[in-house]
């Protein structure tokens, strides 16, 4: 199921006799995550029976809620995540790895900037970015600009622009989200610039991994190039196989989303938020759970204008598109554990220093 | 079972059947209408370019003599410790020993869900049940954009659903008092949490700017004798007159009712900002 489960095991040299064991133990780790998952889900359903001994029905109304919310996620995410695998696709058979080479500046600062300004340009929300950047990444994409494209793309996007200016015009917001969605994802790509493609990336999506075995098994086919029909349809087959890979990913997290959405009561949490650090907090442990898409989010954010403060809706504008539940599991498929976990704390942290940062600026 | 999905053949063949039924459900989804029930309106025609895309890619997936040729060559084992390494993709000449790019039975079973879930549970729109847990909006103050409050401002009284009251009282300086005397005819399903009076309830529609997971509830306090009769999530036409009121402390416009039908749910029964 998932190339890699959370709690599975170290991947620590075995020697060839361990390795069956080891992948049974995987495929059991895998299927224990699968039931775990929807005993989590029916316990979101049955939370709230448990504690207020309601009746039938109003489970039954709980199971039907999860359900719709489940696939209200899945649905609307799907054009978008498919979008984003026909794109994969065709890089992957029609762009060069040398041509990427020639283009992208390889020195880190520059890369990262690189990166953010292709998340300006490129129309992707979290959903389709996820297997673009898989894709460029396997075509020797340098990590720091794959991770600046993949946090900023989804917020700064041209249709997530213009859905924060009809959300809030030219205001404090909108610019706000633009400066600090960019200079937090070129920023934490900045961090990453030092660290090795084998040390963050699953071995499946590096490129050198594939130059070292590829080069042995597979050496490009000699003669001319395959005709264009040919190659389209190579290119759609690598889209679906983009496609399941990555929505296993998303359903996984649809699944969380919708368990989290039954069973955390916003209500309550709306309820919380004032003040300058608490509701910066709030939106963004909202924005995390909620798992909306970023290109309306900011209409979302429209609604809490009114009771929360200006920071804290900026930093549900910045955090919300670079993670959530639903991206969190999709990173899973690209980036080894560890970095995933950086690439969920340092945006988060980030994006509640800015803004606290604002709302202080402002109250001072 | 596992052994027989390994076959590149069948993986192939599985795959391509895959997005035909995702296609499929989708467009049955289409065809009904209840697509309505999960997302907004505005993004049905990406769900209709998605079912073309994924039929083009169902179709990719179709058995060729080309490939079928050219399989024992690509199906060798690569010596990767995984152990369906070569049970992959053979149309592809740089990926196709990828490791994560073979379907694994659970990961089959895993993006069957939406399926099957979509076809034993029958679909609904989001009742007054999912309210447990959402923040209901009475008064939207400030947070609608300017843009809808003129719309709803422009039109009819008649012609108002819930959300374009809502934003007319936004517009407005003391809204209780300044409609009072105006009809309103609304649509919308019966909602009560415990500020509510015995002779009150809302009428409420769930306002969807994307897809159902970012619904917020948007509702008008009614005042009917018989208010107690209505069970929750019945959806209900409700014909009368604005009058200032109050709802637990909060002054608020209330619709005084002269009379509530039943009714079929809407076609359409999310509005969208």
Known sequence: MLADPPHSAPAVEVSPTARTKTEQGRRWLRWSLLIGLSLLALASIFYDALTTGAGLTYLLQRGQTFVTIFLGIFIEAVPFLLAGSIVSGLIGVFVDQAWLDRFLPRQPLLGSLAGGCMGIIFPVCECGVVPVVRRLYGKGLPISTGIAFLLAAPAINPVAIFSTYMAFGFGPVFWGRIVFSFIIATSIAYIFSRAEPAEVLLPAVNASHHDACCAVHEPKPPGPTPPMNERMNQAMRLAGDDFFDMARYLIVGSLLAATAQTLIPQSLLLSVGQGPVISVLVLVVLAFVLSICSTVDAFLA???????????ILSFLVFGPMVDIKSTIMFLGVFKRRTVGYLILLPLVLSILAGVWWNLNLFF | MSHYLARPRIQTAVKGLLLFGLALFLYSRLMNGTILFYINQNFVPYTMLAIVGLLIMAISYRPSERKAANEPAHAEPHGHDDGHSHATDTGTHEHSHDHSHALTVSGLLLLLLPMVLGVLVPPQPLGASAMANREVSMSLQTSSLPAAVQAAANKGASERNVLD????????????????????????????DKRFGAEQFMVARYVVSCCVADANMAGMVVRWPKAAALPADQWVEVHGVLEPGKLGSEQLPVLAAQSVTNVEVPSQPYLYP
Do not use: E, H, N
Request: net charge positive; glycine share 10%; proline share 5%.
């Open chain 1, 302 to 312: 429209r609604a809490f204008a009114t009771s929360f403060t200006t920071g804290s």
């Open chain 2, 165 to 192: 009251w809502l934003q007319t009282f936004a517009g407005a300086q003391d809204p209780a008092r300044d409609f009072a005397g105006q009809p309103v005819k609304v649509v919308g399903f019966v909602f009560r």
